[in-house]
């Protein structure tokens, strides 16, 4: 029988993992004349003038760990070619404040040079900096390679918002097979250098309602659907009918066999991240009508707990905010209510993330136009100042943080 290496959350002492992000979403989406314009939310948030402002404001949070990942298109020149000359003060700033970064890799947008999620060199070219990132800081040790795989897919294969633009089937699966297998590739070459690197897999967690019985099929479709991001990362072997969409839609038998081996290979690094957001459940209707916003029905707790029950992995709440800066607050007590009642019945929930840190731009257009308008999602407004979930989350790490040691947890990943 193969023995599995012990997982890592049976290190001791290790305390609950309160988080937030510096958004650092850059796409390429499409323009006037057939031009992609290139969406950098870290320049439009600010970021790379008040950076310093920025670490400084976690910790006054009372924050431990912030997802952080240097501007890839930035970093990233050519093949073997990279420029740190941002990410090195900002790396070291951290770790003189004492933030552990989760870091973030690829946030939805790659180098121009490279082409687009449908490049089918690009996973390897990648792998080769995740390594290089992690030979040049070899003190981080949690990661996460590719954010929101099924996200980035969807948008920029699926529905013709980013990158390559495409509106198709094929378009989505080839994406997400990119997406996932430059995942997985990173994970392989950063544990080379980094053996005991853990793996915060940050995903969209999706669910799709059926609006008449006669849509109940086609919800169904969608349900699976949502799953294959992580089902090609963890190695998860999908139903015959998600295998027949991938083989209709350019994946080989081979191809599919190399994600259940390495998929295995990597579980015991790695922590599934679910994000949350009141857009994150779907009306499906009858037909090939377009599906629409449902709101929140089931909830963080529901719709998490199917996530665990098909991979049996530790959970982290990586991402959520609500527009609305009055109603945030009790939209984080709320999300928190659910991550204690998940504990309380056995899910090993290690951490908590309000994402993001600041204000984000233009995210109610899902980053396709470029209106400048702020949306008020984050624990600071973008001139710095407190907002009132910024407070409120303050006080709820206090009062919470060593309450939750993560050697209280469930430790068993099966």
């Excluded at 994000?275 to 499906?284: A, F, G, Q, W």
């Excluded at 629409?292 to 029905?297: D, K, L, R, Y």
């Excluded at 019945?345 to 840190?357: K, M, N, R």
């Amino acid at each position: 029988m193969k023995t599995q290496p012990k997982h890592w959350l049976q290190d001791k002492g290790r305390h609950f993992m309160f988080a937030t992000g510096i958004e650092n979403s850059c796409p390429l989406v499409p323009g006037p004349g057939g031009r992609r314009r290139r969406v950098d939310e870290m320049e439009k948030c600010g970021h790379y003038r008040r950076w310093r402002d920025d670490l400084a404001l976690v910790r006054d949070l009372g924050l431990d760990y912030l997802r952080y990942g240097p501007p890839y298109y930035q970093a990233h020149l050519a093949p073997e070619r990279y420029d740190w000359s941002f990410s090195d003060p900002v790396f070291a700033e951290m770790r003189r404040l004492g933030i552990t970064p989760i870091a973030d890799l690829c946030h939805f947008g790659i180098p121009g040079w490279a082409g687009d999620f449908q490049n089918p060199e690009w996973p390897g070219l990648f792998a080769t900096y995740a390594a290089a990132f992690a030979e040049r800081y070899p003190w981080v040790r949690f990661f996460t390679p590719v954010n929101e795989i099924f996200v980035c897919a969807t948008f920029s294969g699926q529905y013709g918002w980013w990158n390559e633009a495409l509106a198709s089937d094929r378009g989505f699966t080839t994406a997400l097979k990119h997406l996932a297998r430059a995942n997985l590739c990173a994970e392989a070459t950063i544990l080379k250098v980094r053996p005991n690197a853990l793996f915060i897999q940050s995903e969209s967690s999706e669910y799709f309602h059926a609006a008449h019985p006669l849509a109940e099929k086609r919800a169904d479709f969608l349900n699976q659907k949502r799953f294959l991001s992580l089902d090609l990362s963890y190695g998860f072997d999908v139903q015959g009918r998600m295998y027949e969409y991938l083989m209709d839609n350019g994946f080989t038998r081979e191809e599919y066999h190399w994600f259940m081996e390495q998929g295995e290979l990597v579980r015991p690094y790695c922590v599934m991240g679910n994000d949350y957001y009141i857009t994150n459940e779907h009306r499906v209707p009858p037909g090939a009508g377009p599906v629409a916003p449902a709101g929140e029905i089931f909830g963080y707790y529901v719709i998490t707990r199917q996530y665990y029950n098909r991979y049996h992995l530790p959970v982290m709440h990586t991402e959520t905010n609500l527009g609305d800066s009055q109603m945030a607050p009790g939209w984080l007590r709320k999300e928190w209510a659910n991550m204690v009642r998940l504990k309380a019945d056995g899910v090993p929930i290690i951490g908590f993330t309000w994402y993001s840190l600041t204000d984000q731009v233009d995210w109610d257009t899902a980053l396709r136009e470029d209106n400048g308008r702020v949306n008020p999602l984050g624990l600071y407004d973008l001139d710095r100042r407190i907002r009132p979930v910024g407070r409120e989350y303050r006080d709820l790490v206090a009062q919470w943080r060593e309450i939750l040691p993560l050697d209280s947890l469930c430790l068993h990943v099966s």
